[in-house]
């Protein structure tokens, strides 16, 4: 009986600038329907290993495969083709375009018709966009002006945006930066629900680490580029090399009590 392949398999990705070693042979997988967090403090990796995962960067050595069919070498735009979303640390809408417009723009990409990007905006697939939205509760601002939005609005349309796109992986960038603490926890726990009723697996980056406690199923941590632990978060959270490294013994502590005052 044959198994299934992972949705995503990382196997040995390194990426060297000069002679600093920014990723050293890092492995990892992911399932469908999986929350997976990347973590590490600033300089460990982490941008640069969701940038060969995209294909906006090469790695040196290593393979990444989607659902068993290699794409270490595409380039972003066919990896997006193959169901790969990407949300970003700093949101990317079109400010002066509507709410829906800003949907019926990845629809449009979805549907391969930028040849008639603006004129085909207003009028493609209204329908579709409105559920989008509705899904990320975004359906009261269907009409509004992008640029009016607040930012928590925005990254809210930034997911659906993502998810225009029907995505298998979804890769997301710090997606509670720059949010405030209530914010950060709606997204996360919207992102998750979402995730899990479409099998849609997601690897997202992340300091806040109530988010990442409450939200991870697993996480995997990145230090000088080399990956130091991967495990569940009480494993994580355990682990002597993680304290000593990035998270420290306070920040632990911290984040287990308000685990357990939420329960």
């Not at 700093?90 to 990845?106: G, K, P, S």
């Not at 930012?151 to 029907?166: F, H, P, S």
């Not at 993680?242 to 308000?258: D, K, N, P, T």
């Amino acid at each position: 009986m044959s198994v299934a392949p992972p949705l995503l398999a990382v196997e040995g990705l390194t990426k060297s600038y000069g002679g600093i070693h920014a990723v050293r042979g890092v492995s990892f997988s992911l399932r469908s329907g999986e929350i997976l967090a990347l973590i590490g403090p600033n300089g460990a990796g982490k941008s640069t290993c969701f940038d060969m995962l995209n294909g906006q960067n090469k790695p040196d050595t290593g393979h990444v495969r989607l659902l068993g069919e290699e794409t270490t070498a595409k380039k972003p735009r066919d990896i997006w083709r193959m169901g790969v979303g990407r949300t970003f640390q700093i949101t990317a809408t079109f400010a002066t375009m509507t709410v829906r417009e800003n949907v019926q723009v990845a629809l449009i990409s979805h549907g391969r018709k930028l040849f008639n990007l603006f004129g085909s905006a207003p009028n493609f697939d209204r329908g579709e966009a409105g559920r989008l939205l509705e899904l990320v509760g975004m359906g009261g601002y269907a009409e509004r002006p992008c640029g009016e939005l607040a930012y928590g609005d925005l990254k809210r349309l930034e997911l659906a945006v993502a998810l225009a796109n029907q995505p298998k992986l979804l890769l997301m960038d710090e997606p509670t930066a720059g949010m405030a603490p209530r914010e950060r926890v709606e997204l996360m726990r919207l992102t998750a629900q979402i995730a899990r009723e479409k099998s849609i697996g997601v690897l997202f980056t992340e300091h806040d680490m109530d988010v990442v406690f409450e939200h991870a199923d697993r996480i995997i941590v990145l230090n000088r580029g080399t990956l130091i632990a991967e495990g569940s978060p009480a494993e994580v959270r355990s682990n002597p090399q993680v304290q000593a490294v990035y998270l420290g013994e306070g920040l632990l502590y911290e984040a287990e009590h308000r685990e357990g005052a939420s329960a």
